[in-house]
């Protein structure tokens, strides 16, 4: 071919060879540009399917117009030859340029690459074929994404080469292994493959064999990339773990959201120096700091990691002489003691939340769920036993008080039913009235020098980014102001101070299942890894000794773990069953209080009238979801053992007397709502791999008498049946926030109501009663359905106010909910009329998120769970030699 001239394209060289194409340099005679011709391979060209395929290509590429996707000019046909003209890119593919040695170049072309990717998904258009040797980098170092031959245009013809998988073997998503249904989430997966790629210098996934290539992509996780790349920020590796995840639904939905996290740490990465927000040396002036006093304050830093900095031969004897000396000298790393001791403190209540221990350890703050069935913050003397109530704003949840560094003030978090947050308050350590310092926030801390208080925002407490955000403010609830964001995480993380008020620690949360801690450095904003342990994380406390203590379950248990400050392994400090966290240590060392608690509850069956509550299950496990059996004879529920979500949790049922229990599924994943259906035949399930999200919850059916092996039905997790064939679910990442009507047969799902109602149709659609979660409106309403009119019910109806944990009776006869604990209600449906069930439901309680009941088809029975703690407080004294 070189030298011919085909059509009015002069053929000059060969630029490469691949499956789906032979590709030339040519000179355009007419337009006098150089540009690159595409031909199929010899031999293949007559093949109808493959000529198809081919033509597919440029249509898809075609339609795209984007500085970063290689320009098609033309498609032509000589001699029966098909051809693409498209622009010639010189340069190098990214292949060639692995590992790409700054982060920040790797960054920009990640950036670019997804750019291209955003304007071919826009079109309909999957690339399904993204990997290096397909992304081209030009001279002006600007990113070009090739081949679209592997394009999947929404709409067309679905072609693929037969007796083959199309993509890139090492770049296929798990879905496009298993040939499942490709869509623009597999072009993602196979990005972050490139990002990997990219920076490690191989794809992430790696076998021998196809076989093991393809178990690896669909069963492994990769290697960590921070042992090649340690520099890398926890930003950048969420990006990337998020894009590589195995279920589609857990990744990246869109790249455009993709680029916008990706955009955030390429700025983040190209800041040379921050300004330090709340530095304790500033942050009571102006907030500007020169270099020359950024320098003196580093100087006045108790850092046992500060930097020498030493220039010249003379300079560099010393170094060595100084690194000799301190390689002969003992090491310092602290050292557990053996002859360590532990006591429980003798407190007289079963549920107790995060406590704060005094700077000498003699003084212990918590808050306590008492006979007053709220929370309220306790002091208690860790050594004489004597104990007080000092607050008197009785809450339905109080999370962790912290004690003040002079003894005098402490500082916890409530919640607020008018605003449905959390918020901030203080009180003196004598007891008397709180003072509100804070309308929005939680986990609240002490600065060791007292003078400010930390603690966290997230997406429902005024996070201004969406994201966990951490604050600082004045005691006196003045000087509020954000100090970090935390771009990967969305829930509260606990964190601590460092001894000197000048960095934190704290958690960043990967998944549900997996937290590691950060150390953020608050005069450069610097911030470094400690942990990598892809385990679960509870609490952090930094010691005087310049350890964090943190609890986690990497040997199994949650127990409590050290790691040095300045990185390196982490040392086991307890070893019991645990569960061990909430731990705060005194300012010497010698004391250190943890709280040990373990969430549990049991099954109760009682009258709908009141009558004879009894409890049929004794053992502490965690239950939650009860539901009758259409007969009343059985109980079908799901629980876990208390603190050990990776052992997953089990569908069971239980006659209503309590014996012949059953467990009806593998307890291999998460779990939610498991129901029988009303004709007894089924039991619907929502399932999640345990390591993943309950965002990517599916719906499972398996028969109720012989189990077997669950058939997947839908989406989300399972809500209540409407009759023998028809369930209402709720999806978790749907933004519409409604339920769905589906069908176990054929699987079709539609929306049943509004957006952001939790909506329910009864008695054959004449009415809906839902729960409406928009502002000025929530509660729990009732209306008609489409094209009923019904005198009885001629508008919408507003049946009860605020949040309620609300059940309807299995006739749309009735709505019932707990409106203090141990009190049922219920009102008539659509007349509105409510009224108290007379008599006690010992552990009903509206307070707790998990306590679950459910009513009998015949109306005459509740069945229910008493949820509650189990906790203690263990002082452990002298813990270090």
């Known amino acids: 071919m070189i030298g011919k001239t085909i059509s009015h394209y002069k053929i000059l060289e060969k630029l490469g060879e691949g499956g789906m194409g032979v590709v030339y340099r040519a000179e355009d005679t007419k337009l006098k540009r150089v540009v690159a011709l595409k031909f199929l391979p010899p031999g293949l060209d007559a093949h109808e ?152 210098g191989h794809t992430p996934f790696r076998g021998e064999y196809e076989a093991a290539m393809m178990y690896s992509i669909v069963n492994e996780e990769p290697e960590p990339i921070q042992k090649y790349r340690p520099d890398l920020s926890s930003e950048f590796l969420h990006i990337m773990n998020r894009a590589l995840e195995k279920d589609a639904e857990d990744r990246y939905q869109t790249v455009h959201d993709m680029v916008i996290d990706l955009r955030r740490v390429k700025k983040e990465t190209s800041r040379v120096s921050r300004v330090p927000i709340t530095h304790p040396a500033v942050e009571e002036g102006r907030g500007i700091v020169s270099e020359e006093q950024r320098a003196a304050t580093t100087v006045r830093r108790k850092n046992p990691k500060r930097t020498l900095l030493l220039v010249g031969p003379a300079s560099a004897l010393v170094l060595i002489v100084v690194i000799a000396l301190l390689t002969a000298l003992p090491s310092s790393a602290p050292k557990l003691n053996p002859d360590m001791t532990y006591r429980a403190l003798p407190i007289p209540f079963n549920e107790v939340g995060g406590a704060g221990l005094s700077s000498d350890g003699n003084w212990a703050a918590y808050p306590v769920y008492d006979a007053n069935n709220k929370y ?94 951490f604050w600082s403010v004045k005691p006196n609830g003045s000087d509020n102001r954000r100090v970090l964001i935390d771009s990967v995480s969305d829930t509260p993380a606990p964190f601590a101070w460092s001894p000197d008020g000048q960095s934190i620690c704290f958690q960043k949360r990967f998944s549900r299942l997996w937290r590691e801690i950060f150390m953020y450095e608050l005069s450069t904003g610097k911030e470094r890894q400690l942990t990598f342990d892809k385990k679960m994380i509870l609490d952090v406390c930094w010691a005087p000794n310049d350890q964090i203590i943190y609890s986690s379950n990497r040997s199994g248990n949650y127990n409590l773990w050290m790691v040095p400050a300045s990185g390196g392994p982490a040392m086991q400090i307890t070893k019991g069953a645990g569960p061990d966290y909430g731990v705060d240590i005194s300012r010497d060392g010698s004391k250190m209080l943890c709280l040990q608690q373990q969430e549990i509850s049991h099954i109760w069956i009682a009258g709908t009238d009141g009558n004879n509550p009894h409890q049929i299950t004794f053992d502490d496990v965690f239950i939650w979801t009860v539901a009758f059996s259409p007969d009343g004879k059985e109980i079908v529920f799901a629980y876990y053992q208390p603190m050990d979500e990776e052992k997953g949790a089990f569908v069971c049922s239980v006659d209503r007397d309590g014996g012949n229990r059953k467990i009806l599924t593998s307890g291999e994943e998460g779990l939610g709502n498991p129901l029988p259906s009303p004709d007894g035949r089924w039991i619907i399930y929502g399932g999640y791999p345990i390591s993943a999200s309950r965002d990517s919850m599916k719906i499972y059916l398996i028969d109720a008498k012989n189990p077997g092996i669950p058939k997947l039905i839908g989406k989300g997790c399972p809500m209540i049946w409407i009759d023998e064939k028809t369930f209402v679910s709720f999806r978790f990442r749907n ?28 008695k054959g659609g004449k009415y809906i009663c839902y729960y409406d979660l928009r502002s000025g409106r929530q509660g729990l309403w009732v209306c008609t359905g489409p094209g009923v009119k019904d005198p009885q019910l001629p508008a919408r109806k507003k049946l009860a106010e605020g949040s309620l944990n609300c059940e309807l009776d299995k006739k749309g006869i009735f709505a019932y909910y707990v409106k203090n604990a141990g009190e049922l209600r219920r009102i008539a449906i659509p007349s509105g009329k409510e009224e108290v069930i007379r008599g006690i439901f010992p552990g009903l309680n509206p307070d707790f998120e998990h306590s679950t009941f459910d009513i009998s088809y015949d109306g005459k029975d509740i069945v229910y769970t008493d949820q509650r703690y189990n906790s203690k407080l263990v002082m452990i004294e002298n813990p270090f030699k």
């Open 735 to 762: 933004s519409s926030n409604c339920y769905w009507l589906n069908s176990i047969e054929d699987g079709e799902s539609r929306k049943i109501f509004e957006d952001s109602t939790y909506a329910i149709p009864l």
């Open 49 to 200: 399917p493959e000529r198809a395929r081919f033509l597919q290509e440029a249509q898809a590429a075609a339609a795209l117009n984007h500085p970063n996707i290689c320009t098609i000019h033309d498609v032509a046909s000589e001699n029966n030859q098909q051809f693409i003209v498209m622009e010639y890119v010189e340069g190098k593919t990214l292949k060639q340029m692995v590992p790409v040695q700054k982060i920040q170049d790797a960054i920009g072309y990640a950036i670019q690459i997804g750019e291209a990717l955003q304007e071919a998904h826009s079109h309909g258009v999957v690339h399904r074929d993204i990997k290096t040797e397909n992304i081209m980098v030009n001279a002006k170092n600007q990113i070009k994404v090739m081949d679209f031959g592997l394009a999947k245009l929404k709409g067309s013809l679905k072609l693929t080469k037969t007796s083959s998988t199309a993509g890139t073997l090492a770049y296929m998503s798990p879905e496009q292994i298993q040939g499942g249904a490709v869509d623009a989430r597999s072009d993602i997966f196979s990005f972050g493959v490139v990002l990997y790629e990219m920076l490690a």
């Open 376 to 469: 309220d913050i306790y002091y208690r003397n860790t050594t004489s036993g004597e104990s007080r109530r000092i607050t008197t704003d009785s809450s339905p949840w109080m999370a962790i008080a912290d004690i003040s560094p002079d003894g005098s003030q402490i500082v916890y978090d409530r919640y607020n039913y008018s605003t449905d947050r959390m918020e901030i308050a203080i009180v003196s350590s004598i007891g008397g009235s709180s003072r509100l310092i804070v309308d929005a926030g939680r986990l609240p801390q002490w600065r060791p020098d007292g003078q400010r208080i930390g603690y966290m925002r997230v997406k429902d407490h005024k996070s201004l980014s969406g994201k966990t955000e």
